[in-house]
C-alpha cells in the first residue's frame, strides 16, 4: 500500500476515513489491499487515498472521492465487495468507517511553505 | 500517541484529518505529540481522536470535534500553537489537512457485528 500524499482538488469532495484493527498474520491481505488501490484508481470520481498501519496493527486508510454517488458505485463494484466479505471474516477484529465532506484543505512543505487547497 | 478507536456520537461531527511526513530521530516529537492529545483531550467540544504512523516515518492522525467553532478555538490554543510552530521547524517534512463534516459512520466489530452511528 502506498503511502504517498494525494493530490486533490480544491474543496468541496467526500473523505471516507476506514479506521482498522488487523488480526495477526497476512492471510493475502497485502495483494488484496493492493489490488483494491488499483481497482479504485479505475474508478470514476476517484481522487486519491492516503494510507498506513503502525506496528501494532491499528491503520487508517483515507480515500477521496468526488461526490457520494462515486462512493456507492465503489461500494457495488463486484471485486470489492467479496474483499470486505474477506476483511470482516479474515482480516480486522475491528473498523470503523466515517463518510465526510471535505470543506477546506490547506498543506505545508519543508521546501516551498503552505499551500491552499 | 495511542491507537485506539475513537468512541463518537451521532453524526453530524468534525474531523481533522492530518497526514505527515516525519524526519528522522524524535528531537522532542513524542512527547508533545502525547501532551496535545492530553490537551485536546481537555478542549470544549473535543470527541476523540485516532492516529497511526508507519516505520516510513508517513502518519495519519484524524481528530474529531463538535464543530467548527471547537476546531478554531483549538487552533488558538496556547501550547498548541506552539508545537505547530516546532512541527513546522523540525518535525515535519511535509504535511496536509482536510477539515470535513462527518455525515454517517457505521463500525464493525469481530464480536458484535455492525453497528451504526
Not at 461526490?67 to 480486522?92: C, F, M, N, P, V
Amino acid at each position: 500500500m502506498t503511502t504517498e500524499f494525494a493530490k486533490l482538488p480544491k474543496p468541496p469532495y467526500y473523505a471516507v476515513i476506514f479506521s482498522s484493527q488487523r488480526r495477526e498474520g497476512d492471510d493475502g491481505y497485502g495483494a488484496t489491499s493492493d489490488r483494491m488501490v488499483e481497482l479504485a484508481r479505475q474508478q470514476p470520481g476517484f481522487l486519491g487515498v492516503e494510507s498506513t498501519r503502525g506496528d501494532d496493527g491499528f491503520g487508517i486508510t483515507v480515500a477521496y472521492w468526488e461526490s457520494e454517488e462515486a462512493i456507492k458505485a465503489w461500494r457495488l463494484q463486484t471485486e470489492h465487495a467479496a474483499a470486505r466479505e474477506r476483511g470482516r471474516a479474515d482480516w480486522y477484529r475491528h473498523f470503523e468507517i466515517r463518510v465526510a465532506r471535505v470543506e477546506r484543505a490547506y498543506g505545508w512543505d519543508q521546501a516551498g511553505g503552505h499551500t491552499r487547497g
